[in-house]
């Protein structure tokens, strides 16, 4: 009969063995606050075209953070794989960033025409 490997009789120096039965370690948890808080960031980055519907601008819907939205639900839906939730994290956050420089574009011509319509009576 072969003698026992050497590697399998003493663990490695500084490893600790895990009592039988319990579960393998693992890294820490998705961030599920971090997603939850960007999907209400690109919600909230649709005021500016609902403003525009609400004045009757149609053209302010391509200002709508959709990719942010669908971005975030799919961290959300990625949860038990902390790397998948990061990278889309990551991405809804690019989008919401964005989607906020596009806002301020768009929120300044509603502003001038509210401004103007204030003075004028219109």
């Known amino acids: 009969m072969a003698p026992a490997a050497p590697h399998a009789a003493h663990p490695a120096p500084g490893a600790t063995e895990l009592p039988p039965g319990s579960p393998p370690p693992s890294g820490p948890p ?4 971090g997603a939850v808080a960007a999907l209400v ?4 980055t649709w005021t500016v ?10 053209f302010y819907v391509l200002v709508a953070n959709v990719p942010g939205v669908a971005f ?8 038990p ?3 998948e939730v990061e ?7 690019a989008c ?6 596009l806002s301020v574009i768009f929120a300044v011509p509603l502003a001038v025409l509210f401004i103007m319509m204030m003075l004028f009576g219109g």
């Open 30 to 33: 998705p961030r599920v606050g």
């Open 41 to 44: 960031v690109a919600f909230l």
């Open 49 to 58: 075209p609902l403003l525009g519907l609400t004045m009757g601008l149609w």
């Open 72 to 79: 975030a639900v799919t961290a959300l839906t990625k949860i």
């Open 81 to 83: 794989n902390t790397s």
């Open 87 to 93: 990278r889309f994290i990551r991405y809804t956050w």
């Open 96 to 101: 919401n960033f964005a989607y906020i420089a």
